[in-house]
């Protein structure tokens, strides 16, 4: 296991390393200063930012397999496309798919990262909350086809308007 201590709007993943310690977790990805000697046989790998060095471990690993994929976004319905598509397509191809609604920064990453020599396609959901996240999700993904649902309401605070959201 990878434990990445990640930064959010309401938690940081800091503060969760003794817990995943006591649970056998040995090996962090951190940003922020930490006692190690709180953890004599972990390994600690200090970075930048560890959002994004979880993006470009998925972009990599996205990168080591030649599958086709689908990235499927739009203000409402990934999820349900992503399924239906799935059920069409797993009976011809070995699919790999975005577990649950796993269209975030975080959820991409750990999506990609399911990626498999066993894979043929992939379909993945990318969700936007602000201007700059779909660059991120392109750049990981590189999606040889790509679906939009539609342009509704869900995820506005983020954006100044709707013309805005739609070029994101």
């Given at each position: 296991?990878?434990?990445?201590a990640?930064?959010g709007?309401r938690?940081?993943?800091?503060h969760f390393?003794?817990?995943?310690?006591?649970?056998g977790?040995r090996?962090?990805v951190?940003?922020?200063?930490?006692?190690i000697?709180?953890?004599?046989q972990a390994?600690?790998?200090t970075?930048?930012?560890?959002a994004q060095?979880?993006?470009q471990?998925?972009?990599?690993?996205?990168?080591?397999f030649?599958?086709?994929?689908?990235?499927?976004t739009?203000?409402?319905g990934?999820?349900i496309v992503?399924?239906?598509?799935?059920q069409?397509l797993?009976?011809?191809f070995?699919?790999?798919?975005?577990?649950k609604?796993?269209?975030s920064?975080?959820?991409?990453?750990?999506?990609?990262?399911?990626?498999?020599?066993?894979h043929e396609?992939?379909i993945?959901?990318?969700?936007?909350?602000e201007?700059?996240?779909m660059?991120h999700?392109?750049?990981?993904?590189?999606?040889?086809?790509?679906?939009?649902?539609?342009?509704?309401?869900?995820?506005?605070a983020g954006?100044?308007?709707?013309?805005?959201?739609?070029?994101?």
């Amino acid at each position: 296991s990878l434990f990445f201590a990640i930064r959010g709007k309401r938690q940081n993943g800091h503060h969760f390393i003794k817990d995943a310690y006591q649970k056998g977790v040995r090996f962090f990805v951190i940003d922020e200063k930490i006692n190690i000697l709180e953890f004599p046989q972990a390994f600690f790998l200090t970075v930048n930012n560890t959002a994004q060095a979880l993006q470009q471990l998925a972009t990599y690993h996205r990168r080591q397999f030649n599958i086709s994929t689908i990235g499927i976004t739009g203000s409402n319905g990934k999820t349900i496309v992503k399924e239906w598509l799935f059920q069409l397509l797993h009976g011809e191809f070995s699919v790999v798919r975005s577990p649950k609604s796993y269209n975030s920064q975080i959820g991409m990453s750990l999506s990609l990262l399911h990626i498999d020599t066993t894979h043929e396609l992939g379909i993945f959901e990318a969700g936007i909350s602000e201007v700059g996240e779909m660059a991120h999700h392109h750049s990981m993904l590189d999606p040889d086809i790509g679906i939009f649902t539609n342009l509704g309401t869900a995820h506005d605070a983020g954006f100044a308007d709707q013309e805005e959201k739609a070029r994101e």
